[in-house]
């Protein structure tokens, strides 16, 4: 899930429908997972973390999925607002490693009223 | 808390002009991280910190130093400014203590720069 050069992808979602963004990590060893929210001209946000030895966690409005067969990441948010529009990331680590995660490429979240 | 702080929010620089961004943080964490991000692209690691006085560059370190006196304050150095490097830079810290669980990483709210 690094940044490669290409621009954002976006989903386009109607207020009060379910979102979900997805994210394909690059390291079979990473053992942590961490969603974070970026809204325009603000930085980063956590919103929900899972280690491997979970595949799914649940918070306020928000799930998240861990598929360690494929390597693949999701973030469902449900009854999603418009406050809700930002860029989402994912970010991927390996515990006892040198604690520099490493960033998927982003999604672009636009919710329509 | 004020958490992760960083001066100044924007700058406009000339080619070939140097400058320092700020970066502090009051939780006591001792991982510092610098990044950039280009428009509508993710992140790019600059430099990090994992205690005072040692540092290690990341994924894009060329045009840049830092340097890391005290576990609060984690400057960024740009010299002879370059167009390439407009960008919006965010700082970010996390405690993580070898053997013990991860944390997450709390950003400020960056800076924009401009290099004309």
């Known amino acids: 899930g690094e940044s490669v050069g290409l621009h954002l992808p976006t989903l386009s979602v109607q207020e009060g429908d379910n979102s979900i963004i997805n994210c394909a990590y690059s390291n079979s060893a990473s053992d942590y997972f961490i969603w974070y929210k970026q809204e325009s001209g603000k930085g980063p946000q956590f919103i929900i973390d899972?280690?491997?030895?979970?595949d799914k966690r649940q918070g306020q409005r928000v799930t998240v999925l861990l598929n360690k067969t494929v390597k693949h990441l999701s973030l469902q948010i449900a009854a999603t607002q418009p406050g809700d529009s930002a860029v989402y990331f994912c970010a991927e680590n390996i515990s006892g490693g040198s604690y520099i995660p490493t960033f998927g490429r982003g999604t672009s979240l636009i919710v329509h009223p | 808390n004020a958490g992760v702080t960083q001066t100044p929010k924007f700058r406009i620089l000339k080619i070939g002009q140097s400058m320092t961004l700020q970066c502090t943080q009051d939780?006591?964490?001792?991982?510092m991280y610098w990044y950039r991000q280009d428009p509508g692209m993710g992140l790019k690691l600059i430099y990090y910190s994992v205690g005072a006085g040692i540092t290690d560059k990341g994924e894009v370190p060329n045009g840049y130093n830092v340097s890391r006196s005290t576990t609060e304050d984690f400057p960024l150095r740009l010299e002879l400014a370059a167009p390439s490097q407009t960008s919006v830079y965010f700082c970010?810290?996390?405690?993580?203590?070898?053997?013990?669980?991860?944390?997450?990483?709390?950003f400020g709210p960056g800076t924009r720069l401009l290099v004309l």
């Open positions: 939780m006591n964490h001792n991982y």
């Open positions: 970010a810290s996390s405690f993580s203590n070898p053997g013990t669980d991860l944390r997450t990483q709390y």
């Open positions: 899972i280690r491997s030895n979970m």
